[in-house]
Structures are given as structure tokens and as C-alpha cells.
């Protein structure tokens, strides 16, 4: 009797970790892959009076960012299409991919604005350590946060979204740290416990 009780369980198990061996209980996988939609209608355009999608909210930041620019109005697609990019990348929190050129093509500018308004909008603080303007106690922790994540980092220097959570981890870590007595003397009220 106790023999049928060890070899129950056993058997469960085993059916449980056999799978699908026949193709009817099998689910189908299928690839999504994702094109661009060709838009019919000529040039794409957009009011931005009631922004109603991710395609039209890109498109009107893009423009608006885009009238800064130094660019003629023939190179808004290519800067639309980096801005989507770099929109992207950083709504999936990728890293910031590093421009190949330093002379700003509307592609790449576009990029790094797309990416950027997206960080900024997760307000994420990022300051010059290098300056002393805005000088303050925040700034200074901020600072020795950023410098200790530029020591550890490694790959992941070029994501601001995983340093903006080192960042607030470590300011975090820090003030409890401050918190806590440093020895045990400290914690016994200054006698040595006994």
C-alpha cells in the first residue's frame, strides 16, 4: 500500500513534465515582425489639437522639436524616423545607442531628441558635476552617485534610465546608511553592552 503512494506522485510528475508529444496539443508559434505602414494619402501630417495615438504624439513632438533645428523642412521624415527610434529605444528602456558621426545628421539628431523626451518626461534629473552652478547638498549626492554608477557600470554607462535607478538607489542606500548607528556602542547608548 505505502508503494502506491511513492509511485503516484512520481507518475504525476512525470506526465506533468512529458509536454505536448503530439502536434494537435502543441501551440502554433508564429513571428511578428513589425514594417512601416506605407501612408497613402502622401506626406504624413497631424493637427495636434486631441493627440489620439503613439503615431500622431511622435509625430507633433518631432515637429515641435524639429523647428529648433537647423534642418530644412525636406529632412523632417529622416529626423521623424530617428526621433520614433530613439522614442522607442528608450519606452523599452534600451541603452542609448552612441551616434557613429559627431556632425549631427537629422537622422541622429532626431534619435537623440526622441530618446531624450522620453527620459525628461520620466523625469529622470541629470546634472553637470563639472559646473558649480545650482551648487547644493542633492547635487553633491547626486554627483557621487553618478561618478560610483561611471566606476560599476561597464556596458550600461550609456542608459540613463538604468543610471537614473542606480542613482536613486544609492541616494536612498545613503541617507538609511546615515541613519543607522555605525557601532554597536552607538546603538547601546554609549556603554558597551555587557
Known sequence: M????????????LATLSGCSKSPEC????TVVYEDVPNSGGPESYSCQAVTGVLELTWCEAKDQFASQPFEDDDFPV??????????????AGDYQVLASESQLPHERGYHDGYHAVVDAMGIPEYNCDSTDQSSEYKDRWCEAAEAFRIS?????ANPLVRGRFIDGYMTGGRV??????????FFGGENPR
Not at 501551440?27 to 508564429?30: A, D, K, M, N
Open 2 to 13: 505505502r508503494i502506491h503512494f511513492l509511485i503516484m506522485p512520481v507518475l504525476v510528475v
Open 27 to 30: 501551440p502554433e508559434i508564429t
Open 79 to 92: 529626423y521623424l524616423h530617428g526621433f520614433r527610434e530613439g522614442y522607442a529605444r528608450a519606452s523599452q
Open 153 to 157: 557600470s561597464g556596458a550600461a554607462e
Open 177 to 186: 546608511a546615515l541613519t543607522v548607528p555605525t557601532s554597536m556602542e552607538a
